[in-house]
């Protein structure tokens, strides 16, 4: 037989086409008994693949593509674990090439590993070329004297050339007592992949398919055994078989667990989370602590110490201490956790589940062993602030990020192959904009028409998709997760891979599907903006916590029930803002409904909902008892937790085994669902209800836990969504000025809130050299726009002009400012885009002027500026001021620059006045769908089209102050309005957007001008 020793995955980034499912898959259909993964310099796959081929049945084997440096040459070559030790070794190597790219053999070479020295594309091509037999001599003993039982990998054995030189190698290999082995490349599947591998290639390159100094690589597909005999001895195959069987490597050996909370209590942790728990539920509730929290409580912490997670509470809790000490905000809650008690009495949380009848076993479940998931949030600019007294805390080589992986998703593939193949690129984006991003080429092509008849009537758009198809889904690039943070007990680089960070920080390479199997538990700690708006806004307001606000604020209520919801957490969606306006929301549990039911799926219940509460008498119930646990939800199913709750109570299920009836009913387990029904129905009927009305409920259950969505997050975020509601309410202009700068970078986001603003009243002023900051400022009751908005204007040219006017003084004239900026390192660019936001508006002169003048102002700042002792300065006497270029204003002109560098317009647009007088819809909140919306806009062009059917119609292109839509405009509206019809008007639209990006008119008006 034979192995396989140097195959890539597709975690040999843009280097190798193969998931490892297939590879492995590949392998066994094969008969292969072994398969290694060797990916170049990375190790991202490991955990996976041993997974994967014990699952299929074929020993794994580990090895790594590793790039050696000696003597400033570089060549590539293969190490093979021998056994668990090598794989570390592994590890460090492959921690040292993500640094450095490359290692030297004397760090790379270890006796746990077998090192392969390549024939072809290693440290002997070279000499072979030349035919230089005694030079290869020397690289033989250079690397026996590193590694005495190294071995030569013969590949590239199809080519008569090398195959011939392969020949001599392995002879002269054998005279000095050196083995050779047999080591075809694998990088892709089948033979037909290496067009796609060339893609690949390209891709990865910044080049073209048809570059001559593109490397092929023919011939590197999945050999089977036949294929291998007919290229290699027995002897050489013989070798891979050797290696195979004795690489003995278990990475499922190589465990740790959570870090001991280093407690300086002088009692065991468990018994510390306990008195910790006690003392805080008791403070919580005022020393009045009923025996149903005393019950719950100390349910939870058995459970809790029983399962070993005590140290995983305790690092927690003190992480969220350590936050709320330094007063940074910490969100409520997220997820399932918010059903525990202990995490409510610690602080984690601020949702107290037994007020909302929130269930622990959904949390943690005591009937089967799964990991804790607490995770955490945190404003998004204080998150690393967290993270770094993690660092500190248990130490840099314990706690690390997990990886993530770029894919490339549809459009993704479709662009990269389209620009390989050098499709121009108008062509390309035209079809890639019909992509739906969201499913895959294939369901694009079934069901985008207009995508499929661009594909089929180009024939460089079809091989385009052909080949965009063969790579969509590979990873394109790696990331860190948004979120997860692993701790460990023992050093990380003794257990996982990992990759270092600019920042210094570590990243395992794994992601984080599989990573509990070695003992990593992820504990996520998130970044909300909208947390960031809650913390910043509350440090504004005097003696004020988020915390101790009313949950039964009239104004609050009266926002949501407006539809005044833009730039609120969960809430702002247009379909959501038409859920509340109907519902009209009157006390909290109305929004945690709310944020539960709107999803895919939950949505189709809207509708009874909505009857139900507002007759809350027709309602009919299955049986009474359905009625108390589904009263407060208008008798509708809504939560996980009533489905757990139907379960307990109705058929005499504990909540934990009701929690595993949850799992099998979402998952739709079939053989785990058949026992679980005849146990449901049985203990219903044991609880007195008869066979009919068993059954009845149970099929309620199983229909209605489809859409069930967990209690305790909706809880937790709806708490986030008040707390914003509440303060857009009571406190709207510090709430408009954090939730602007919260969106700084966005065009379009800032763009709706600005248009919100206006709407609401809400006064801006422009960018303004002497008051902008580099984030948005309330002055009294209006918001100054800050510089970084600019386009151009980073948040480091923006501190330091900042800087000059802090430590220099106001600026005197605009030849005082562009002087002083001059020198402080501005540059005519910068400039140009603050004029043409506005920033020089108040020294009097209109933009045009300013424009104008700045050559000769940048020409002025030279001319005074002086060295002196190695320092430059500022003399303004040695030159009078220049006269100032005046220039016509143009508000046409001005409003087009200023649309340039904010990304909207802002001074004035002509279809402000109508829009606020006919009360009309922003092009900026405009989205795909049924809705008939009505627009004012200026006409910006027309291009005129033939329809199939001979007829005349048009595609429009419009504008308001928020942002540019494209519109249709079909022949039956055109032969009306063909003579009306022209640029620089304004105009009322009605229509819809059926496809993303173009509005369908309906009806259409010019008004006069």
Known sequence: MATHLLVRSSYSLLKGTMNLKDMVSHAKRMGFGAVALSDYHVLHGALEFQLEAQKQGIKPIFGMEVTFKHEDELFNSLLIAKNNEGFKHLMKVSLELNESSSVSLEFGLSQDCYFIAFSENGPFEAKLLKEDWEGIVDVIQLLKSFDPEFLIGISHQESSYFKTMNAKLIDIAGLNDISSVALSKVYYELETDDVAHRVLSAVEKGTYLEDKTLVSAPNRYFYNPKELEELYTNDLLSVTDKIAGSSQVDLLALTTKLPVFPSTHPVSNKVYLSELAHFGLSRRLNDNVSDIYTKRLDYELSVINDMDFHDYFLIVYDVIRYAKRNKVYVGPGRGSSAGSLVAYALGITEVDPIEFDLLFERFLNPERISMPDIDIDFPDDKRQFVIDYVREKYGDERVAHIVTYGTMRARQAFRDVGRVLQIPIRTVDAASKLINPSADLGTNYQTQTRFRAMVDGNDLLKRCFELSQRIEGLPRHVSIHAAGIVLSSLPLVE??????????????????????????????????????????????????????????????????????????????SEGMTQLLVKMKPNRFMDIVDTIALYRPGPMENIPEYLKNRANPNQVKYLHKDLEELTKDTNGILIYQEQIMLVAQRMAGFSLARADILRKAMSKKDAKELSGLKKEFIEGAQAQGYDEALSHELFNLVERFANYGFNKSHSVAYAMIAYQMAYLKANHPYLFYTYLLTSVIGSDGKTAQYLDECRKRGILLMSPNLERSYNHYTLEGLKIRIPFTIIKGISDTISLVIIKERDENGAYQSFYDAIARLTLVGLKQNHFKSLIQAGA??????????????????????????????????????????????????????????EYAVL????????????????????????????????????????????????????????????????????????????QALAVGDLVLVKGTMRDEGSLIIQDFHVFDK
């Open 495 to 572: 257990v996982v891979p990992l990759m270092r960070l600019s920042d210094g920080a570590s990243s395992i390479q794994y992601d984080m599907v599989n990573i509990e199997r070695i003992g990593l538990i992820k504990i996520d700690f998130l970044g909300l903006r909208n947390l960031s708006i809650i913390d910043n806004i509350s440090h504004q307001i005097p003696d004020f916590s988020i915390n101790d606000i009313p949950y039964d604020d009239k104004a609050t209520f009266d926002l949501i029930a407006k539809g005044q919801t833009v730039g609120l957490f969960q809430l702002e």
């Open 840 to 897: 020089f508006d108040y020294f009097g002169f209109n933009r045009l002027s300013a424009l104008a003048s700045l050559d000769e102002a940048i020409r002025y700042a030279n001319i005074i500026s002086v060295q002196k002792d190695g320092r430059i300065s500022l003399d303004s006497s040695l030159v009078s001021e220049p006269l100032f270029t005046q220039v016509d204003d143009n508000e046409r002109q001005q409003l087009q620059d």
């Open 903 to 978: 990304g909207f317009y802002f001074s004035d647009h002509p279809a402000v006045h109508l829009k606020n007088k006919h009360q009309t819809d922003s092009l900026i909140n405009i989205t795909k769908g049924e809705k008939v919306y009505r627009i004012i806009a200026m006409l910006d062009r027309i291009k005129l089209h033939r329809a199939k059917n001979g007829k005349q119609m048009a595609f429009l292109n419009v504008s308001d102050d928020t942002g540019s839509l494209d519109l249709v405009m079909f022949p039956n509206v055109y032969e009306r309005l063909a």
